[in-house]
Nanobody
Framework: QVQLVESGGGLVQAGGSLRLSCAFS????????LGWFRQAPGKERELVAD??SYADSVKGRFVISRDIAKPTVYLQMNRLKPEDTAVYYC????????????WGQGTQVTVSS
């Protein structure tokens, strides 16, 4: 069973940076595509970044990367804005399939103005 464990969230001032980590286990990492989602209070969950795309709101500020040896996926978040405040989730799906099947527990990111 695939398991995803996020870490790295916290409180940061606007303009600051955070790096989120998502540790993957329980499967063959290279068989899965991972992505980062977020959900702010009162809003729908949205895809922030996956291996091929970024949400328009984070382009040029966020970078997704992965370390196959660990295996871990990262989300480097720079020039953070108060509107980036949300719970961030890591998710995994089998490569080539449309939907994400596995989700982490989420990590809170709060950006103060």
């Amino acid at each position: 069973q695939v398991q995803l464990v996020e870490s790295g969230g916290g409180l940061v001032q606007a303009g600051g940076s955070l790096r989120l980590s998502c540790a993957f286990s329980g499967g063959t990492f290279s068989n899965y595509a991972l992505g980062w989602f977020r959900q702010a209070p009162g809003k729908e969950r949205e895809l922030v970044a996956d291996y091929t795309s970024y949400a328009d709101s984070v382009k040029g500020r966020f970078v997704i990367s992965r370390d196959i040896a660990k295996p871990t996926v990262y989300l480097q978040m720079n020039r953070l804005k108060p509107e980036d405040t949300a719970v961030y989730y890591c998710a995994a799906k089998i490569e080539g399939r449309p939907g994400y099947d596995y989700w982490g527990q989420g990590t809170q990111v709060t950006v103060s103005s």
